[in-house]
């Protein structure tokens, strides 16, 4: 039974690498899915060197984004300006979709997080 093909996005997310470190190790037309389990049960060294540097608290180069209202998850590169976000949720939910911060909380909103959340961090003051 032949696996599936996956993107080469996909592969990217599924060894937690960046979609250009993929491309240069000549992943860039994706691969199969028992081609990815080989790769991970043996590692070659240039996956073997990202994987030792996440592990020294790097960060991860995939987020899993799921929105709070309807489920929905994306996958996202974090960038560097993310706070902490509370919740996630859609940007066409309304506001009080999510739920509510506590009495002694106040919410933020943040746009433009993945393609199209609102971060929602609550800050107790
Ligand atoms: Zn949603």
Not at 11 to 23: K, N, P
Request: glycine share 8%; charged share 25%; proline share 6%.
């Amino acid at each position: 039974m032949a696996g599936r093909m996956l993107s080469k996005r996909e592969v990217a997310q599924r060894l937690d690498i960046s979609i250009e470190m993929a491309t240069r190790h000549g992943l860039a037309d994706g691969m199969r899915e028992e081609a990815i389990v080989a790769l991970e049960q043996e590692p070659p060294t240039w996956l073997a060197q990202s994987r030792a540097n996440r592990t020294k608290g790097g960060r991860a180069v995939w987020a899993t984004l799921t929105c709070v209202v309807c489920g929905f998850t994306e996958s996202a590169r974090p960038k560097k300006w993310w706070p902490e976000f509370t919740y996630l949720s859609c940007r066409d939910h309304a506001p009080q979709d999510a739920p509510a911060p506590a009495a002694n909380q106040h919410r933020t909103e943040i746009d433009g997080v993945g393609s199209r959340f609102v971060g929602l961090v609550d800050v107790t003051f």
